[in-house]
């Protein structure tokens, strides 16, 4: 039997998953919340095989939350079910390894198969965010090749500190790949806000990016960050 906490901000999207769920054998859906402190409660006294949680919450963002989850229960496996397939939302969230990033449309008829295959320890992800993430790694591989001298060689595979890009911005770039805010690079540097997004807006130009889900690529690229 394969434990489900179920966490939406809408109620009718928490029954619908519910009674699909419960139309099978194979699941018990243990608990329902609609926001990040349900969450919290629920699977930290439920202890769940696997959490089914939507992005969008109530109180917060559901990302936010993968790391804080797994530290409660560590075997639980956290799988994104949203309508969220934009570069950012997916970039913020594989950086949090969840167990699945599903996108609700057209889902439900094939969820039970996926779930039991995340349960068997398998990582699952919709086609179309599949789609999305072999899209911004081809953009990324081209901005890569253009920022290289035109010697007739390949590119290497990984180049650990990108010539350029002092040791402060090296930091700014793993924490924007950590998904932290402007407003705590700045925290974690002790510096104002404004000095924040120059540095920001310096390091984006020096990797040849134009927004953030695009230089959290550029981390994993140069092992700035660990996928």
């Known amino acids: 039997m394969i434990n489900i906490v179920i966490i939406d901000s809408d109620e009718t999207e928490r029954y619908k998953i519910k009674d699909n ?73 594989l950086m949090q ?36 993430i072999c899209s911004i790694f081809s953009h990324m591989s081209g901005l890569y090749s253009g920022m290289l001298p035109n010697t007739g060689k390949q590119p290497p595979e990984r180049e650990r500190v990108p010539p350029g890009i002092s040791g402060i911005e090296l930091r700014i770039i793993a924490f924007i790949a950590q998904g932290r805010s402007t407003h705590e690079v700045a925290e974690k540097l002790s510096i104002t806000d404004g000095t924040a997004r120059n540095y920001i807006s310096v390091v984006m130009r020096k990797a040849g990016v134009h927004n953030r889900s695009q230089l959290t690529l550029f981390a994993i690229h140069h092992g700035l960050m660990p996928v």
């Open 97 to 132: 390894k969840p167990a699945g990033y599903i996108i609700k449309q057209g889902a439900m008829p094939g969820l039970c198969n996926a779930l039991k295959n995340i349960y068997q320890g398998d990582c699952f992800i919709s086609s179309q965010v599949a789609s999305k």
């Open 21 to 93: 769920l419960s139309s099978q054998s194979d699941f018990d859906v243990i608990g329902i919340g609609k926001d990040g402190y349900e969450a919290v409660r629920l699977v930290k006294h439920k202890q769940p095989d696997i959490v089914i949680m939507d992005i969008a919450l109530q109180d917060g963002d559901g990302v936010a939350l993968i790391s804080l989850l797994k530290s409660l229960s560590p075997h639980t496996s956290v799988v994104l079910f949203t309508d969220f397939e934009d570069e950012e939302h997916i970039c913020k969230a």
